[in-house]
């Protein structure tokens, strides 16, 4: 059966700035967010993220959850990440979560599904051939206030040669 890969509003915002969107389906193949991150990233304020982000949606490089989500985990985190995590739940050995927010990640973990951040996409860009620099991507979103720790970025360099 196929892996499901499920978008993260952050993770979202953070590829949509540096012109990542793209990259999802030559990387996953299909790739989904539930409507309560949809919501969250599209309030209609015509940002330069939400363009792209519309226009990833409009060519279905990433595609609104469809079915209807099961509340198998009932947490303290916004309506999007829990929508991601319960739909991870619901075939958790078939799902791979794209997400940053650090409490969102750690109630993933500890109810064992999988789960990568932006910084791993733009290391699977570099490492796919999709990008010519993960260090640029990285200034891109270090100018716009989007935050990845520095070890993580280190990390990711690192990983493809680009310390």
């Known amino acids: ?22 990259w ?15 919501q969250e ?3 209609s304020k015509n940002a330069p993220c939400e363009i792209a982000i519309e226009q990833a949606l409009a060519q279905s490089w990433i595609q609104v959850w469809a079915f209807p989500i099961e509340a198998k985990l009932e947490v303290d985190l ?20 794209i997400m940053d927010e ?15 951040g932006t910084a791993a996409i733009i ?6 051939g999709l990008i010519q620099s993960a ?11 989007f935050r990845i720790s520095a070890a993580v970025i280190n990390h990711v360099l690192k990983s493809v040669n680009e310390i």
């Open 1 to 22: 059966m196929e892996r499901k890969i499920i978008l993260d509003s952050s993770p979202l915002i953070g590829l949509a700035l540096v012109g990542g969107l793209e």
């Open 135 to 145: 260090r640029s991507a990285f200034e891109v979103l270090h100018n716009s206030d």
């Open 123 to 128: 290391g699977f860009a570099k490492q796919q």
């Open 102 to 116: 650090r409490a969102g990640r750690a109630v993933a973990k500890e109810n064992g599904l999988r789960v990568i």
């Open 78 to 97: 916004d309506a999007g990440e829990t929508d991601c995590i319960n739909i991870a739940l619901a075939a958790p050995d078939q799902v791979l979560l």
């Open 41 to 43: 990233v599209l309030p």
């Open 24 to 38: 999802l389906p030559k990387l996953f193949g299909n790739v989904y967010l539930p409507q309560s991150v949809k």
